[in-house]
C-alpha cells in the first residue's frame, strides 16, 4: 500500500477515534456517526472525481470529507464550533457543503436529489457525474428505488456508492433486507459493481475509476457496493453487538492486513498522523468560538404591475406565465406527472409547454417524493425548477424534499444559500374528488423557515409574479384552487356594478366598494369568488360594506401590506378552504395583533368544518366554505 493510501486511512480513522474520546471527556456536544473500519471506500473512491462532480454524502460522512478534501482543521472546528468551521459550526457533523460536496442527516434523502443533479449534467454533456454514498439500510427507504427508476429511465451519469457493512443502526442486514442488493439493482437494469472487503484499497480504486470512465462516456447509472465493516457503535456510544463479533471484524480490516504487510510503516506514519490530530485539537480547542449566526435578512418580493386581461381563463393566465418564464429564461425545467402532449396534465396546465421547451419538460413516474428531489437536486445544479404535483393531497408523500431539503439547504450549511424552486399544488374542494383529492394542505407548511406559499387567484396576473418568486430565491409553494381553473381573470377597475378590484402593490388586491369598510375579509386566493358573492350579499342584505383582500403570498404574511386597509375597520376574518387548528387564519390573526398593536378591530376565522371532504355534492357543500358560510359567520361576529 502507498505511503499517501495509508495516510489517507489512518488520518480518517484517528480523527474519528479523537472524536469518540472527544465525546466521552464531555469536550463535544451533539452527535456524531464515525465510519470506522469503512475508510478504504472514501479513499478508494474520491481519487476518481473531478472538481465537478457532484457528492453527496451522508450522516456518517467524515470519511468522505476528509478523502475528499484533506481539511481535518474545517471539519473538527465545525464540529466543535470554532472559528474556521466549514459551515459556521451551523452544520455540525452531519450537515456539511463545501463548493458541490453536501451532506445530510436523512437516509436516503439524496439520491433524488442527486438524480435531479445528473440530469442537469447529462445535459451540459461535460462528462461529469453525480455521487450519492448510502448504507445497506438505506435501501428500506422508497426514496432508493423511485431514484434509481429515474435515473435507469433517463439514463442519467449517477453512481450510488453503497457501503455495505451488513448493520443498520443495530439491526442485523438479515433482518432488514430480503434478498441482496446486486439483484435490486438490476431489476432496474443498472450496472452494478462489487468490491468484497479484502480488495486491495488501490485495485479497489482502479475498478472505480474504471466504472466511472464508462458512466461518463455512456452517461449511464451504476451502483458500487463496497463490503465494508463498521467497528465502532452507530454513534457516540450505542453498540449492542458481542465484543467476539468485532474482534473478528478488526481481525480482517485493513489495517490488520497492512500491519502484518509493513509493520514499520504503519508505526511511522500511525505515530506521525496522531501527532497531526493531538495538535489539531490543541490548536482548535484554543480557536474562539464560531460567530453568532443569523440568517440573512429575507429577501423583499419585487414585481412590476402587469395588467390581466379581461377575460382571460385562470388556467390560461397561468398557463402563459409559465411559457412566458421558460421562454426567458432557459433555467427553468418543469417537471411533473403526465404533463406532456397532448395530454398536459390532469388540469391541463402544463398544455403546450413539452411541444414549445422539448428538453426542458421533464414527464415523471409516480414518485412525488422522487419528483420533488430531482427538482431539488436541479436547483442545486443552477436551474429553476417548477414541480408539479398532480394533486395537493399527494404532497404529503414529497414532505421531506420540501421541509427537510428545500427548506434546510437555504441556511443549514452556514450560509444563505439561494435555492430557487417552485411546488405547484392544486387544491381545494367543490369537485366531488372526495377526501384524498380535495384537501387545502397549505396551513401544514406554514412557518417553515425559508418556504415561502403562495395562493392563485383571479386577481392576480401571475405572468409578472412568477419570475419574482424565482428572483427571491426560496423554494416556494404555490397553492392553486381547482375551481379557479375555469374561471375568468378579474382586472383592475369596476368588478361588477358595486365592486371596484385595485393593487396597492402588485402581490396585494383588493376588492371593495368604498376606499375604506368596517368589515375586511383577508382571504386566500381560491376564495375571493366567494367572498365577492358574500359581500355582495352583506352589503344588499344587511347594509353591511366589506371590502375583500387578497394577498398572493400567504406566508410570510405581510402585515405592513394591509395596514392601511384596517383603519375603519370594526371587524376583520380571514377566510379559508382548509380546516382549522393552526391555520393560516392563526397565522394572520398573531401576525396583525404582534405587527398592529395599534389595530381595534375583532379577528375571526372563517375556515372549513374539521373534518375530511366527502364525495357527495351535498355533504360536501356541509363541510367547505361556501358565501352562506361567509355571510352567517359575519353576521354572527356583528349580531346583524
Known amino acids: 500500500m502507498s505511503p499517501e493510501i495509508l495516510r489517507s486511512l489512518l488520518r480518517i480513522r484517528r480523527f474519528e477515534e479523537r472524536l469518540l474520546k472527544l465525546f466521552d471527556a464531555g469536550r463535544l456536544g451533539g452527535t456524531t456517526h464515525t465510519c470506522i473500519g469503512q475508510e478504504a471506500v472514501p479513499v478508494a473512491v474520491m481519487p476518481q472525481l473531478r472538481d465537478d462532480d457532484f457528492v453527496f454524502s451522508n450522516h456518517r460522512g467524515h470519511g468522505h470529507y476528509l478523502a475528499r478534501f484533506h481539511d481535518p482543521a474545517g471539519l473538527l472546528a465545525e464540529i466543535m464550533g470554532r472559528e474556521g468551521a466549514v459551515c459556521g459550526g451551523v452544520g455540525g457533523s452531519q450537515h456539511i457543503r463545501r463548493g458541490n460536496y453536501f451532506s445530510t442527516g436523512v437516509q436516503g434523502e439524496s439520491l433524488p436529489v442527486a438524480v435531479g443533479v445528473a440530469w442537469e449534467l447529462k445535459r451540459r454533456g461535460r462528462g461529469d457525474v453525480a455521487v450519492a454514498f448510502i448504507g445497506d439500510g438505506t435501501w428500506g427507504e422508497g426514496a432508493v428505488y423511485e431514484a434509481l427508476n429515474m435515473a435507469a429511465l433517463w439514463t442519467v451519469p449517477l453512481v450510488v456508492v453503497v457501503e455495505n457493512n451488513d448493520i443498520a443502526q443495530s439491526t442485523p442486514r438479515e433482518h432488514n433486507m430480503a434478498g441482496t442488493i446486486a439483484d435490486r439493482v438490476r431489476a432496474f437494469g443498472v450496472a452494478y459493481l462489487h468490491v468484497g472487503a479484502d480488495t486491495d484499497v488501490e485495485q479497489a480504486g482502479r475498478a472505480v475509476g474504471d466504472a466511472l470512465a464508462r458512466v461518463r462516456k455512456d452517461s449511464t447509472p451504476l451502483v458500487i457496493e463496497f463490503q465494508t465493516a463498521r467497528l465502532a457503535s452507530h454513534s457516540?456510544?450505542?453498540d449492542t453487538r458481542p465484543r467476539e463479533a468485532i474482534d473478528a471484524l478488526r481481525a480482517a480490516d485493513w489495517y490488520a492486513r497492512a500491519v502484518a504487510a509493513s509493520p514499520e510503516q504503519v508505526r511511522q506514519l500511525d505515530e506521525e498522523v496522531i501527532a497531526e490530530i493531538d495538535q489539531l485539537v490543541t490548536d482548535t480547542e484554543a480557536r474562539a468560538v464560531s460567530p453568532a449566526w443569523a440568517a440573512s435578512p429575507v429577501a423583499v418580493l419585487t414585481a412590476a404591475a402587469v395588467a390581466a386581461v379581461p377575460g382571460e381563463r385562470v388556467i390560461d393566465n397561468l398557463n402563459r406565465a409559465l411559457r412566458s418564464v421558460m421562454a426567458s429564461d432557459p433555467r427553468c425545467v418543469f417537471i411533473g406527472e403526465d404533463v406532456l402532449d397532448p395530454y398536459g396534465g390532469a388540469f391541463k396546465v402544463s398544455r403546450g409547454l413539452s411541444t414549445a421547451f422539448a428538453d426542458r419538460v421533464i414527464s415523471?413516474?409516480?414518485s412525488e417524493l422522487g419528483i420533488?428531489?430531482?427538482g431539488n437536486g436541479l436547483s442545486l445544479a443552477g436551474q429553476r425548477p417548477i414541480v408539479e404535483f398532480?394533486?395537493?393531497d399527494f404532497v404529503f408523500l414529497a414532505f421531506d424534499q420540501i421541509v427537510n431539503f428545500a427548506a434546510k439547504t437555504v441556511t443549514m450549511y452556514g450560509e444563505h444559500r439561494a435555492h430557487p424552486i417552485v411546488f405547484r399544488c392544486p387544491v381545494g374542494g367543490h369537485r366531488g374528488y372526495g377526501p384524498t383529492h380535495s384537501q387545502s394542505v397549505q396551513k401544514h407548511f406554514i412557518?417553515?423557515?425559508?418556504?415561502?406559499?403562495?395562493e392563485l387567484s383571479p386577481v392576480h396576473?401571475?405572468?409578472a409574479l412568477l419570475p419574482a418568486i424565482f428572483d427571491k430565491g426560496n423554494p416556494a409553494m404555490l397553492f392553486e384552487s381547482k375551481v379557479l381553473y375555469a374561471q375568468p381573470a378579474v382586472a383592475a377597475g369596476a368588478v361588477d356594478d358595486l365592486f371596484t378590484l385595485r393593487h396597492p402593490d402588485p402581490w396585494t388586491?383588493?376588492?371593495?366598494?368604498?376606499?375604506s369598510a368596517p368589515v375586511v375579509l383577508i382571504a386566500q386566493g381560491g376564495m375571493f369568488p366567494a367572498c365577492l358573492k358574500a359581500a355582495r350579499r352583506l352589503f344588499l342584505e344587511h347594509e353591511v360594506e366589506a371590502a375583500i383582500v387578497v394577498p398572493f403570498c400567504l406566508y410570510p404574511f405581510d402585515a405592513a401590506a394591509v395596514a392601511g386597509l384596517l383603519g375603519a375597520a370594526r371587524a376583520v376574518f380571514t377566510v379559508e378552504e382548509g380546516s382549522g387548528g393552526g391555520c393560516w387564519g392563526d397565522e394572520v390573526a398573531s401576525?396583525?395583533?404582534r405587527t398592529l398593536p395599534e389595530l381595534r378591530a375583532t379577528v375571526s376565522r372563517i375556515h372549513s368544518a374539521n373534518s375530511i371532504i366527502p364525495s357527495a355534492v351535498h355533504l360536501e357543500q356541509s363541510v367547505l366554505v361556501t358565501p352562506d358560510t361567509i355571510v352567517r359567520n359575519v353576521a354572527t361576529v356583528l349580531r346583524l
Open 372 to 374: 420533488a428531489g430531482v
Open 364 to 366: 415523471t413516474p409516480i
Open 509 to 515: 388586491a383588493v376588492a371593495s366598494i368604498d376606499t
Open 447 to 454: 412557518g417553515v423557515p425559508n418556504l415561502d406559499l403562495y
Open 591 to 593: 401576525t396583525l395583533a
Open 236 to 238: 457516540k456510544g450505542d
Open 390 to 392: 398532480m394533486f395537493g
Open 461 to 463: 396576473d401571475l405572468t
